[in-house]
C-alpha cells in the first residue's frame, strides 16, 4: 500500500528565506507526481506536475524535483513571501494500472513579514 | 481550460437529513470524477471512483450505502450524504479525468458540510 509522507509537518521563517519542503513514498511505481497548495478553507491548487520520465519541473519561484528510485521529491520556494503562506501537499498517481492520487500529509507553511 | 466546479461551497444540516453536493467540469467531458473527504488539518483521502454510467468504486472503510454516488452524465456527478450525522462533518473535494490523460486530475474547489 502506498503511503506518502511529507517533512516538516510544519514550518515557520522570515521572509527572504529558501525553503525546502519534503515528499517521501514507499512504492516507486508511480505515474506522475503532483504539488498542490491548500490556503485555509480552499480547494486545491495545482503548483507543479512531474511526469515519471521527468527529474525536475520549475515554475516562477518553484522547483520540485522527482527522484523515483529513492522515493522522494522535494519542492524548493526560492525567497519565500507572507503569500506564499499556506499548507503544500504533494499527491503521488500510482501505477499497476490506477491513477488514484495518494495525497501526503502536509506541510503548513507561514512565513513572517 | 479544465474548469471544475461544486455546489454548494457550504451547507449547514441537521442530524439525520441527507445532503447531496454536485460536481460539474465545465469545459471538458469528464469520464473519471474522483471523490475526497479532508478533516481539519489533515490530508485528503479518496473515498470513490465514478465512471460515467457505471457503479461506483468504494475505497475500504467508505460505506456505499451512506455515501451514494451518481455520476449521470460526462459533466456530473453527485455525492448524497445520507441520515449525516456530526462525524460526517468535512471537506468533500471532487475531481475529474480525463482531459489530460487517465493520470491528471482538475480539481473542485470543495464543499465544506457542517451537520449539527
Known amino acids: 500500500k502506498q503511503e506518502v509522507t511529507q517533512i516538516p509537518a510544519a514550518l515557520s521563517v522570515p521572509e527572504g528565506e529558501n525553503l525546502v519542503l519534503n515528499c517521501s513514498f514507499t512504492d516507486s511505481a508511480i505515474y506522475n507526481l503532483q504539488w498542490f497548495r491548500q490556503d485555509p478553507g480552499k480547494g486545491l491548487t495545482s503548483l507543479l506536475l512531474i511526469q515519471s520520465s521527468q527529474r525536475e519541473q520549475t515554475s516562477g519561484r518553484l522547483n520540485a524535483s522527482l527522484d523515483k528510485s529513492s522515493g522522494r521529491s522535494t519542492l524548493y520556494i526560492a525567497a519565500s513571501q507572507p503569500g506564499d503562506s499556506a499548507t503544500y501537499l504533494c499527491?503521488?498517481?500510482?501505477?499497476?494500472?490506477?491513477?488514484?492520487?495518494?495525497f501526503g500529509t502536509g506541510t503548513r507553511l507561514k512565513v513572517l513579514a | 481550460g479544465a474548469v471544475v466546479s461544486q455546489h454548494p461551497s457550504w451547507v449547514i444540516c441537521k442530524s439525520g437529513t441527507s445532503v447531496k453536493i454536485e460536481c460539474r467540469s465545465l469545459?471538458?467531458?469528464?469520464?473519471?470524477m474522483f471523490w475526497y473527504r479532508q478533516f481539519p488539518k489533515q490530508s485528503l483521502m479518496l473515498m470513490a471512483t465514478s465512471n460515467e454510467g457505471s457503479k461506483a468504486t468504494y475505497e475500504q472503510g467508505v460505506e456505499k450505502d451512506k455515501f451514494l454516488i451518481n455520476h449521470a452524465s460526462l459533466t456530473l456527478s453527485t455525492l448524497t450524504v445520507t441520515s449525516a450525522h456530526p462525524e460526517d462533518s468535512s471537506f468533500y473535494i471532487c475531481s475529474c479525468g480525463g482531459t489530460g490523460g487517465p493520470d491528471t486530475q482538475y480539481f473542485g474547489p470543495g464543499t465544506r458540510l457542517t451537520v449539527l
Open positions: 469545459d471538458f467531458q469528464a469520464t473519471t
Open positions: 499527491a503521488v498517481i500510482g501505477g499497476s494500472g490506477t491513477y488514484k492520487y495518494i
